[in-house]
């Protein structure tokens, strides 16, 4: 059967019922859970090269961080052509694993690396001109420590687009994550319209306190 089979098969399910079937906030989501929603509709709902235009270019390194099945990884990849890269965070390894086939059929296997990081850190450490965390900070044990670590892998400058299920994290939820990407020394730079998320782009300002050190 190919990879691609199992995606067709899920392409009519209604979003809805794929949000119920995603589980609560702070239960890390089930590969097999993940090939529901990352499936042909996704990529109409949510085109990588559209929604990720303002922030990602050719020859940029980038972070996806809980880059699950890889919806954003290949786009990035496609995004920053030979010269760029893309690095894949995930704390499940079976994710990892199914997101670099997908890019092996792709033939985008070359511009990403993935990398399979401990629940609390995420063991990669920068500098990234990008950084992505689609639908994953809830899942997170420590969001704040986990934004406290994506802003310091951020070249100064740098923006992290977080986004997150609006059916799945309410808006006082994003809200407090929000404050904990303050407290983690992100600046909040805008608060894009993306279709059934909650969204905001953060930045890592210019002249931070490391962004001086460095
Ligand atoms: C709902 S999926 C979203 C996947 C992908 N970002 C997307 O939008 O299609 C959440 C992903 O985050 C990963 N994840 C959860 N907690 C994590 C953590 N603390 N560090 C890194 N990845 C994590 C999960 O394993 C899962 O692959």
Redesign the pocket.
């Known amino acids: 059967m190919s990879e691609r089979k199992g995606y067709d098969e899920t392409a009519g399910v209604e979003p809805d019922a794929l949000e119920a079937l995603?589980g609560k906030p702070g239960h890390?989501?089930p590969?097999w859970v993940?090939y529901l929603?990352?499936n042909p509709l996704?990529g109409r709902v949510h085109p990588p090269q559209e929604l990720l235009a303002p922030y990602v270019r050719e020859g940029m390194r980038v972070l996806?961080?809980?880059?699950?099945?890889?919806?954003?990884t290949l786009g990035m990849a496609r995004m920053v052509g030979d010269a760029g890269r893309v690095t894949a965070?995930?704390?499940?390894a079976r994710?990892l694993q199914l997101m670099l086939r997908r890019a092996r059929r792709a033939g985008l296997a070359a511009r990403i690396e993935a990398v399979q990081?401990a629940?609390?850190e995420l063991g990669v450490p920068g500098p990234f001109d990008f950084a992505?965390?689609?639908?994953?900070l809830h899942?997170?044990?420590d969001p704040e420590r986990?934004l406290g670590l994506i802003r310091a892998a951020l070249r100064p400058g740098g923006r992290l687009l977080a986004?997150e299920p609006s059916g799945h994290v309410d808006a006082a939820r994003f809200e407090a994550e929000l404050d904990m990407a303050r407290r983690a020394g992100f600046a909040l730079e805008g608060r894009p319209d993306i279709r059934r998320e909650r969204s905001a782009v953060l930045l890592r300002p210019a002249e931070d306190a490391e962004g001086k050190q460095a």
């Open positions: 995603a890390v989501c590969w993940a929603f990352d996704r996806d961080v809980g880059c699950g099945l890889g919806h954003f965070v995930d704390v499940q994710m990081c629940p609390r992505l965390a689609s639908n994953m899942e997170s044990p986990l986004m």
